[in-house]
Structures are given as C-alpha cells and as structure tokens.
C-alpha cells in the first residue's frame, strides 16, 4: 500500500538491538517489577483510582484506546487475576467490546488523581452480562448493560516522570486553553452534519450533565 503522508523520516529503527543500544540496561528494579496477578499494592491502587484508559485491537490490528472514569473503586477487583469494568452511556459506538469479541487482548492504565505513578495491566477480556456483577457495580441504581472482565496476565506499577513533565497535577502550571475547539464544533465539522455548531455545543452540554448514567 502507498504511503501517502507528509513527513518522511530520514533514519527508521527496524531492530530490537538498535532501541536496546539507545535505551541501555534497564535497572534490576524494572525487570523484577512486573507480576501475574493483583496483588496488595495493586488492589489499593485500583480501588482509588476514578479513571482507566484501555486499549484493545480488532483482528485486522486497528487499534482503540478508550478512557473511562466513575467514582473511585468503579473498577472491582474480583480476585487476584480477575478484574471487572462496568460499562457506563457513552457514544454508543462500543469499540472496546467490538475490538475484544475479535482480539481478546488488552491493556489498562490506573491513574490516581494526585499521584504521580500509574498502574499498569495487561491481559485478554470478555464482554459480560452476568445479573448479580452488573448490579454490584450500580451507581445511583443505575445499572450497567455490559462489563468488561479482564484475565490479569501481568500487572506493575510505572514510575511517574510522565506526570511530573507534563505537570498534570499542578493547575498553576497549566497551559492556556483559550482557542480550542469545543466538542461540538469537531463534531459538526469533522462529520460534516448539517446541525449547527450551537444546536450540537447545546445538545453536548445537555449530554455531559444529565446522560452521565442514563440513557
């Protein structure tokens, strides 16, 4: 297939010898860090956090990377290798679970609001409607339809330089976000509709404060 972009590079890594070279040893630390199951430290850390981004790939390898957030603990921690992600009203596309029906794998990655460190799970998924599990995961006694149950093949936590550079915590430092486009302005231009940028910028703020758990 052409490629047909921009930007052409000059020097592409193609070996796993070339990235090793670049990157160096990585400390005994880092190696031994990672394990198979949720253990204690784990299970704290999901149980406070509000907000994991998964990602999943379809058969073909296109690939989806979907935030989700609720109150801390939203994720349950079934057992040591078992984790459950309920799912809430969104988009209605359901890339996630269409991805997962195709290509089982997936990676997760816990942030705690105020802590620097992430944790991080891979694993494969099913799309799940058990009654009883939907139920324990209500919010306001809205319910679920789906859950996302996550077969822990490894599990670490990642050192939080990512946060700290990019001052994720710290509002005084935050970048300007006068001149972005609002949600609704994307929406009508990227899908080229024929509703007005007001009508959709409406019908968004709508959507965000009265649609968080119904539909």
């Not at 160096?24 to 850390?45: F, L, N, T, Y």
């Amino acid at each position: 297939m052409a490629d047909h972009s921009g930007y052409q590079p000059d020097k592409v890594v193609t070996t796993a010898e070339e990235i090793l070279a670049l990157l160096g040893e990585p400390m005994e630390s880092q190696v031994k860090k990672v394990i198979d199951h949720i253990d204690d430290h784990c299970r704290a850390w999901i149980e406070r956090s509000s907000f994991v981004v998964i990602s999943t790939a379809s058969a073909t390898g296109a690939m989806d990377v979907s935030p989700k957030g609720d109150p801390p603990g939203f994720v349950r921690v079934l057992d040591p290798k078992t984790l459950a992600v309920p799912d809430r009203p969104g988009n209605h596309r359901g890339d996630t679970f269409l991805n997962v029906l195709e290509n089982s794998h997936v990676g997760l990655m816990f942030v705690v609001p105020k802590r620097r460190e992430v944790v991080r799970v891979s694993g494969t998924a099913l799309v799940v409607k058990d009654r009883s599990l939907l139920e324990s995961m209500a919010v306001g006694g809205k319910v679920p339809s789906l859950a996302l149950v996550v077969r822990v093949h490894e599990a670490m936590f990642h050192c939080g330089k990512s946060m700290i550079r990019s001052h994720m915590w710290e509002p005084d430092l935050w970048g300007a976000v006068d001149g972005l486009p609002t949600y609704g302005r994307a929406l009508v231009d990227h899908g080229q509709l024929e509703r007005s940028v007001e009508y959709m910028e409406r019908a968004t703020d709508l959507n965000e404060k009265h649609r968080l758990y119904d539909e």
